[in-house]
T-cell receptor
Framework: NAGVTQTPKFRVLKTGQSMTLLCAQD?????MYWYRQDPGMGLRLIHY???????AKGEVPDGYNVSRLKKQNFLLGLESAAPSQTSVYFC???????????FGQGTRLTVV | KNEVEQSPQNLTAQEGEFITINCSYS?????LHWLQQHPGGGIVSLFM???GKKKHGRLIATINIQEKHSSLHITASHPRDSAVYIC??????????????FGQGTRLTINP
């Protein structure tokens, strides 16, 4: 009954450090998405994937990379963190392009 | 101007009141999603609708495609309904994935 699980839930990074956020879903969904949520702004799409082995850029991809080596996992990487990447990150998955979206609990990232 | 606009941005009401949150969109969409986010929590999908009305417990969502408008109603509101409510329009399909366009959210506070 897990749905979409994100790890870690909280992280503080120093500028220039790298990290990987993991999104795991157990619903066999094809479509997975990474969003960031900032105060006063709606969720913005960073990268997405339409299936295992595929990735594509969203609205705000700069500074991030992604990989979808396994269908159930979608990884978001920050190679050299910047303070502008301080945000809450949400992963979501959908069975098809037009069905309900399931979201994770979010990862609160602070870059100092 | 955002493609998806919600009103009001903030709403405070007393327990038991009937609540209405509005969502207007300027883009062509195939479906409208209503999401709920509790403070510090994840995002939960409440409804996805493309026409008419849907009901789940005390929550009702309606959509008027011609007027590009949707409403979320809460009957007999309760303090546990306090959350941010987000509407999102399912718009264009790009590279096989439908892009969701999010409103900025409505922060609802229900006082006992």
């Amino acid at each position: 009954n897990a749905g979409v699980t994100q790890t870690p839930k909280f992280r503080v990074l120093k500028t220039g450090q790298s990290m990987t956020l993991l999104c795991a879903q157990d619903m066999n969904h094809e479509y997975m998405y990474w969003y960031r949520q900032d105060p006063g702004m709606g969720l913005r799409l960073i990268h997405y994937s339409v299936g295992e082995g595929t990735t594509a850029k969203g609205e705000v991809p700069d500074g991030y990379n992604v990989s979808r080596l396994k269908k159930q996992n979608f990884l978001l990487g920050l190679e050299s963190a910047a303070p502008s990447q301080t945000s809450v990150y949400f992963c979501a998955s959908r069975d098809t392009a037009y069905t309900e979206a399931f979201f994770g609990q979010g990862t609160r990232l602070t870059v100092v | 101007k955002n493609e998806v606009e919600q009103s009001p941005q903030n709403l405070t009401a007393q327990e038991g009141e009937f609540i209405t949150i509005n969502c207007s969109y300027s883009v062509g969409i195939s479906a409208l999603h209503w999401l709920q986010q509790h403070p510090g929590g994840g995002i939960v999908s409440l409804f996805m609708l493309s026409s008419g009305k849907k009901k789940h417990g005390r929550l009702i969502a309606t959509i008027n495609i011609q007027e590009k408008h949707s409403s979320l109603h809460i009957t007999a509101s309760h303090p546990r309904d306090s959350a941010v409510y987000i509407c999102a329009g399912g718009g264009k399909t790009i590279q096989g994935a439908q892009k969701l366009v999010f409103g900025q959210g409505t922060r609802l506070t229900i006082n006992p």
